[in-house]
């Protein structure tokens, strides 16, 4: 057996190419949540950058590589899960205590990843392959997504069905970003706890950024 | 702490996991026992009940237990759902009768994990983990005279850090409290102590590569982060091991030979 093919089928390994996979996600919503902040500054910014995202020939590859990544991290995800389940075959009849228990958000990354990859689905169906408007600044024609966002952030329920996957995704992100920087091996007792709070706030921005978002245009435009 | 006096016997209800053999079917018992003393240990408790169980002519509760305070690692129950007890860095033997109070409940249950089965009651068989020992856990050294004093020069860091994780004492609390029956906090002390050490240094590669591929062949599950292990250690190995432990085992797959033995156990020898 070689030494790639068994890192890649061990514990360790299979963690490894979680963590990085989980790096190309975490970096991909923290820019998606910052650059969707021009819904703030108005319809031609916001159209304009879509714009800008989309008519770069780069994107096909960009949207492959992202789409890949994402299935890889949930194959390997779910191939963990059916081990650990098989590894622990009965839970306590007491639920631990304290340092002796499990986070819920550590306990949850199955269901929060699960129901973050239907929101993905979901939300390319909604957007992405949506209703097509047309808008024309300084005689280029290009999407008038923002009218569709617009349209959509009005709809009470697509509102707080969005908030309430927002807040999953901040669960799945709050276990998973410190995560990366144990399994990945990247620990100093002097930097733990920065590795920590860096996790924690990360996940906290990006689900507050995205739920800020309908929010605005619900009650503000 | 409480002022109790020790003249203030106990009344306890425990439901104690009874379970015939490895392959018979287990369940919680109720038992009541009076007359606990609060300066008892968990385990002189279990003596007590024990007792009472032969007088009246039923089979005791078969539990581990060897030096009883707390440097065997031989204590092996969950209490309340938490491994060796509610009270952090203690072992199950170690834990004192004083932190319950008259007429309490206490449910007492095997460590569970799949690679740890349940032999007889309480009592689970952990072969697995000297398994993983003899897989690599190990320096291969010219016996002979005793080197000389200081010859091997040890930064005062890496000797704490070395002894910090050398204080595992195996006993499998790791595997009971995580949720994936993951044995990566256990593997991960036995790794660094002897990565950080001039000595374990000649078989450092090997060592990791081995030891981390027999964890797997003996069912352990994956590590998830979720860091009950270390809440549950009644040692305190801390999490920075196992990151250790994932550093240790990329560096071997990238600078190490190409393939390693896979989990058989043996000492192959020589290293790469």
Same mark, same amino acid.
């Given at each position: 057996?070689?030494?790639?093919?068994?890192?890649?089928?061990?514990?360790?390994?299979?963690?490894?190419?979680?963590?990085?996979?989980?790096?190309?996600?975490?970096?991909?919503?923290?820019?998606?949540?910052?650059?969707?902040?021009?819904?703030?500054?108005?319809?031609?910014?916001?159209?304009?950058?879509?714009?800008?995202? %989309?008519?770069?020939?780069?994107?096909?590859?960009?949207?492959? @590589?992202?789409?890949?990544?994402?299935? @890889?991290?949930?194959?390997?995800?779910?191939?963990?899960?059916?081990?650990?389940?098989? %590894?622990?075959?009965?839970?306590?009849?007491? %639920? #631990?205590?304290?340092?002796?228990?499990?986070?819920?958000?550590?306990?949850?990354?199955?269901?929060?990843?699960? /129901?973050?990859?239907?929101?993905?689905?979901?939300?390319?169906?909604?957007?992405?392959?949506?209703?097509?408007?047309?808008?024309?600044?300084?005689?280029?024609?290009?999407?008038?997504?923002?009218?569709?966002?617009?349209?959509?952030?009005?709809?009470?329920?697509?509102?707080?069905?969005?908030?309430?996957?927002?807040?999953?995704?901040?669960?799945?992100?709050?276990?998973?970003?410190?995560?990366?920087?144990?399994?990945?091996?990247?620990?100093?007792?002097?930097?733990?706890?920065?590795?920590?709070?860096?996790?924690?706030?990360?996940?906290?921005?990006?689900?507050?950024?995205?739920?800020?978002?309908? *929010?605005?245009?619900?009650?503000?435009? | 702490?409480?002022?109790?006096?020790?003249?203030?016997?106990?009344?306890?209800?425990?439901?104690?996991?009874?379970?015939?053999?490895?392959? =018979?079917?287990?369940?919680?018992?109720?038992?009541?026992?009076?007359?606990?003393?609060?300066?008892?240990?968990?385990?002189?408790?279990?003596?007590?009940?024990?007792?009472?169980?032969? *007088?009246?002519?039923?089979?005791?509760?078969? @539990?581990?237990?060897?030096?009883?305070?707390?440097?065997?690692?031989?204590?092996?129950?969950?209490?309340?759902?938490?491994?060796?007890?509610?009270?952090?860095?203690?072992? $199950?033997?170690?834990?004192?009768?004083?932190?319950?109070?008259?007429?309490?409940?206490?449910?007492?249950?095997?460590?569970?994990?799949?690679? @740890?089965?349940?032999?007889?009651?309480?009592?689970?068989?952990?072969?697995?983990?000297?398994?993983?020992?003899?897989?690599?856990?190990?320096?291969?050294?010219?016996?002979?005279?005793?080197?000389?004093?200081? $010859?091997?020069?040890?930064?005062?860091?890496? =000797?704490?850090?070395?002894?910090?994780?050398?204080?595992?004492?195996?006993?499998? /609390?790791?595997?009971?409290?995580?949720?994936?029956?993951?044995?990566?906090?256990?593997?991960?002390?036995?790794?660094?102590?002897?990565?950080? *050490?001039?000595?374990?240094?000649?078989?450092?590669?090997?060592?990791?590569?081995?030891?981390?591929?027999?964890?797997?062949?003996?069912?352990?599950?994956?590590? %998830?982060?979720?860091?009950?292990? =270390?809440?549950?250690?009644?040692?305190?190995?801390?999490?920075?091991?196992?990151?250790?432990?994932?550093?240790?085992?990329?560096?071997?797959?990238?600078?190490?030979?190409?393939?390693? #033995?896979?989990?058989?156990?043996?000492?192959?020898?020589?290293?790469?």
């Amino acid at each position: 057996m070689s030494a790639n093919s068994s890192f890649l089928t061990s514990t360790i390994g299979k963690k490894y190419l979680m963590a990085l996979t989980a790096i190309v996600w975490s970096l991909f919503v923290m820019v998606h949540m910052i650059g969707n902040m021009l819904i703030v500054v108005g319809a031609e910014a916001y159209n304009n950058y879509s714009h800008a995202l %989309t008519s770069n020939p780069m994107i096909y590859l960009i949207e492959a @590589f992202l789409v890949a990544v994402l299935l @890889f991290h949930a194959v390997t995800g779910l191939t963990l899960v059916v081990r650990n389940s098989r %590894t622990k075959p009965k839970f306590y009849s007491v %639920t #631990p205590m304290r340092e002796k228990s499990a986070s819920i958000a550590s306990r949850t990354m199955i269901y929060t990843g699960t /129901a973050t990859l239907a929101f993905v689905i979901w939300h390319l169906i909604t957007f992405k392959f949506g209703p097509t408007y047309f808008v024309t600044y300084n005689g280029v024609e290009m999407r008038d997504i923002y009218k569709l966002v617009i349209e959509k952030f009005h709809e009470p329920l697509y509102v707080a069905g969005y908030a309430v996957v927002m807040i999953l995704i901040g669960f799945h992100l709050f276990h998973g970003v410190q995560s990366i920087f144990q399994t990945l091996g990247i620990s100093h007792p002097r930097y733990n706890k920065f590795f920590k709070f860096f996790g924690y706030t990360y996940a906290v921005v990006v689900a507050a950024g995205f739920i800020s978002q309908p *929010l605005f245009v619900f009650f503000a435009r | 702490m409480k002022s109790k006096s020790s003249n203030t016997h106990m009344t306890l209800h425990l439901k104690v996991w009874r379970q015939k053999g490895p392959h =018979a079917e287990g369940k919680l018992c109720d038992y009541e026992l009076e007359g606990v003393n609060p300066d008892m240990s968990f385990l002189e408790m279990l003596d007590i009940l024990n007792q009472k169980l032969i *007088l009246k002519g039923e089979e005791p509760v078969a @539990f581990e237990h060897d030096c009883r305070e707390g440097i065997c690692g031989s204590c092996s129950m969950v209490i309340d759902g938490n491994p060796h007890g509610p009270q952090k860095s203690t072992t $199950a033997c170690q834990l004192h009768m004083r932190h319950y109070r008259d007429g309490q409940t206490i449910v007492i249950e095997p460590f569970r994990a799949k690679a @740890f089965p349940v032999m007889k009651d309480l009592v689970v068989d952990r072969s697995a983990f000297d398994r993983v020992i003899q897989s690599g856990g190990y320096i291969s050294v010219n016996t002979g005279s005793s080197p000389d004093g200081n $010859a091997l020069p040890i930064a005062k860091e890496k =000797a704490d850090l070395a002894f910090d994780a050398a204080t595992c004492i195996g006993c499998g /609390a790791c595997v009971a409290a995580c949720r994936n029956g993951a044995a990566m906090l256990f593997v991960s002390a036995k790794v660094s102590q002897l990565a950080l *050490l001039p000595q374990g240094q000649a078989e450092r590669s090997e060592r990791v590569a081995k030891m981390v591929y027999q964890m797997d062949a003996e069912d352990f599950g994956a590590c %998830t982060n979720m860091g009950s292990c =270390a809440g549950a250690c009644p040692k305190d190995i801390s999490l920075e091991n196992i990151a250790r432990l994932n550093r240790e085992f990329m560096r071997s797959m990238v600078s190490g030979r190409k393939s390693y #033995p896979r989990g058989d156990g043996a000492n192959e020898g020589s290293p790469a």
